[in-house]
């Protein structure tokens, strides 16, 4: 009996090791991932090891396990993390959690797969989000486009059972199985043979559906090409854009019988995963259909907003206190194309087939990295305006109105700084103030001089201004001009840092929707006959990259395996990874195409009439060469989309947004520092 008890004892004696040795690999992996510290002594803060998104731990679950425990005041959940956090009200409920989970082995729900739970004490559950993302431009999501009833008759109409015919060119692919209609996708060189239409065209159960698009403007042209894929749960698509050469612009997919989660990514890295519900609509045109990638990881589970999880969901945004599992099921797409005639003339050349091979004078591509950004942004903003000075000076001088109603709202006395200042246009609007300027370009701070203004040089990264030294700050025209999302970001959390607390900083940015509300903005009104001075000569270049040249800077989703990425050539729908990505050169006084561009800056004085077009290389500011060419200098822009701009300032806890508005094309915000 007494070596019984002894066995018992070392067995127990063992398992606390174990747990203790899985405590401590918790620990480190928290340290190594979020940078948050586990403490031996009690809190209302628990990290729990093994019970995270990353692991197949759904939300409701660890709900339920967590409340016997006592009320909790947050849970978080990181996406595709093994671990979360919860947040008791008081330090005895979190005690009780920890001696009576930490060890613990449990069962996951969805998949009857045993785990155990690690736990540990943290100070505070905090956890900074993902800043949300719009969806890319020229995407739209129709939800509930067709009835349930429409859906179940064009789900009875696909035969999967029958044996593959030619005629609708049906195909067992690995990971999915996929029909065609009206023209065969050809999946060994990525395109359709445009001589070869399938026997019987599209089916009529489609007609109707294809009208109701047609009319109500979601697509100009009637497709001809039908692809109907059939996903299994763990099943997908790796990340690719249609072949150009093979289809039109539009292209429009369908979601049949569950709702799934498609990723789509820019050039950049940006990625952006949307939710496309049951019986919803998919519209892809310009940009997303041509420049940016969409797939479908394979997996059964997606992540998903927890509190609108079967209601109304597009864009997933990493907020980790309302994430949880949602578990695929069959889904069925009908996508529609219309099979193209001529070659692909779109303003992606580098990405475009049908260009590929074609010389066009270099340009700049998509900075990769920190140090890309850094050299773009000094040869696309810092030494243009350093040459463009005088001229654009002499175009800056009428304030804008909402921006004067700004300046004299403040209190007498108000200390201001004005980043990124300019000619210093606002710099004395309001002799009650005490303001000063500061800009990247010498030149123009030596304008604000010869106008008795205070100005300086810097950069609007780095301002060197004591913190909380402002009553208010304004950045007009300003953050537009940085290209990447992260510098975009650091230079609004410079702002904030220079005021004091309930201080005021006012943004503007340029706007991707030139027309908004039904209203063209004043930029495109003056497209035509206008005399004011701040017009842009148009160069007659078209806002496309002039350039195709360059290494393959894409990567596959890391999620599939080797095996699946060497099945992409034979598996993917029209596709072709994103290659190295050339920044397009807008044409002036139109509506934009792409956030991401170049814009043309026609010198006062210049060889040519205004008549005339200007043919140029797009060439940095300084160079000789371009000068003796044409003086047409080109400037890097990232227009703002609706609400991404608010987002952005949202994202920073040291901030509120007081005010956001539209004013003639720019994107606008108030904030007041907390």
């Known amino acids: 009996m007494e070596a019984k008890t002894s066995e018992d004892h070392l067995k ?323 996508t529609f194309r219309k099979v193209r005639r001529s070659p692909c003339n779109c303003i992606y ?28 942004e000094q040869e696309y903003v810092h030494k243009v305006y350093e040459e463009i000075a005088p001229h654009f000076s002499s175009t800056r001088h009428s304030p804008w109105p909402r921006i004067v109603e700004f300046l004299r709202s403040l209190p007498t006395g108000s200390i201001v700084a004005d980043i990124g200042c300019g000619n210093g246009k606002y710099l004395g609007i309001n002799e009650d103030l005490y303001m000063v300027g500061c800009d990247r370009s010498k030149n123009l701070v030596d304008i604000c001089g010869e106008k008795h203004f205070q100005a300086f040089v810097c950069d609007a990264l780095s301002v060197p201004i004591r913190s909380g030294s402002c009553d208010a700050c304004i950045s007009i025209a300003v953050i537009h001009h940085f290209s990447t999302a992260e510098r975009r970001l650091a230079t609004i959390r410079e702002l904030a840092r220079l005021l004091r607390p309930g201080g005021t900083a006012l943004i503007y940015v340029w706007a991707m929707e030139q027309e908004y509300k039904n209203q063209k903005s004043k930029y495109l009104k003056e497209k035509n006959g206008s005399k004011n001075k701040d017009r842009e000569m148009n160069t007659g270049i078209a806002q496309r990259p002039l350039n195709d040249q360059g290494p393959d800077n894409s990567s596959q989703d890391s999620a599939w395996s080797g095996q699946l990425l060497n099945d992409l050539k034979d598996e993917n729908c029209g596709a072709k990874p994103v290659a190295d990505f050339r920044l397009p050169v807008h044409t002036n006084r139109t509506s934009f195409h792409s956030q991401d561009l170049l814009v043309p800056w026609h010198m006062k004085g210049g060889t040519k009439k205004k008549e005339e077009s200007v043919d140029t290389v797009v060439v940095p500011g300084g160079s000789k060469e371009l000068q003796k060419l044409s003086p047409v200098f080109h400037r890097y822009y990232h227009v703002f989309c609706e609400g991404e701009l608010e987002a952005v300032c949202r994202s920073l806890d040291c901030v509120r947004v007081q005010k956001s508005y539209y004013d003639q094309g720019n994107w606008c915000v108030i904030l007041e520092k907390l």
């Not at 001809?224 to 996903?231: A, C």
């Not at 049908?354 to 773009?376: C, D, I, T, Y």
Request: include cysteine.
């Open 349 to 376: 050349p580098s990405v475009c087939d049908s260009q590929k091979g074609q010389q066009r004078p270099v340009q700049p591509s998509f900075p990769q990295n920190e140090m890309e950004a850094s050299k773009l």
């Open 12 to 334: 127990v004696q063992k398992m606390k090791k174990k747990v203790l040795r899985k405590q401590v690999r918790a620990q480190h992996t928290l340290m190594r991932h979020e940078g948050i510290k586990c403490v031996s002594h009690v809190t209302q803060s628990l990290v729990i090891a093994n019970a995270g998104l990353g692991n197949g731990m759904s939300r409701q679950q660890l709900l339920r396990i967590l409340e016997e425990y006592g009320a909790m005041e947050t849970l978080l959940m990181p996406p595709n993390k093994p671990y979360s956090f919860v947040k008791y009200r008081t330090t005895e409920e979190a005690k009780k959690a920890f001696n009576a989970l930490n060890g613990k082995e449990v069962t996951l729900e969805d998949c009857d797969q045993n785990i155990v739970l690690y736990i540990n004490f943290v100070e505070k559950v905090s956890l900074q989000n993902a800043v949300p993302t719009s969806l890319p431009p020229g995407l739209m999501v129709i939800e509930k486009i067709i009835s349930p009833e429409e859906e179940r008759r064009m789900l009875e109409s696909i035969d999967w059972k029958a044996d593959e015919d030619i005629q609708n060119a049906q195909k067992t692919l690995k990971h999915r199985r996929v029909k065609h209609f009206g023209y065969e996708f050809r999946y060994d060189n990525n395109n359709v043979d445009k001589d070869k239409p399938l026997p019987g065209g599209l089916p009529e159960i489609c007609n109707p559906f294809l009208e109701k698009c047609l009319k109500q403007g979601y697509i100009k042209h009637k497709p001809d090409q039908l692809t109907v894929n059939q996903y299994e749960p763990g099943q997908g698509i790796p990340p690719h854009t249609d072949t150009h050469s093979a289809f039109e612009d539009e292209i429009i997919s369908l979601s049949l019988g569950a709702e799934i989660v498609m990723d789509f990514k820019h050039p950049d890295g940006h990625t952006v995963a949307i939710m496309l519900p049951r019986c919803s609509l998919l519209v892809m045109t310009g940009e997303s259909r041509y420049l940016w990638t969409h797939g479908i990881t394979p997996r059964k589970y997606d992540v998903v907003q927890a509190s609108e999880l079967g209601q109304k969901v597009r864009t997933i945004t990493a907020d980790v206190g309302d994430l949880t599992l949602n578990r695929r099921e069959t889904r069925t797409s009908f």
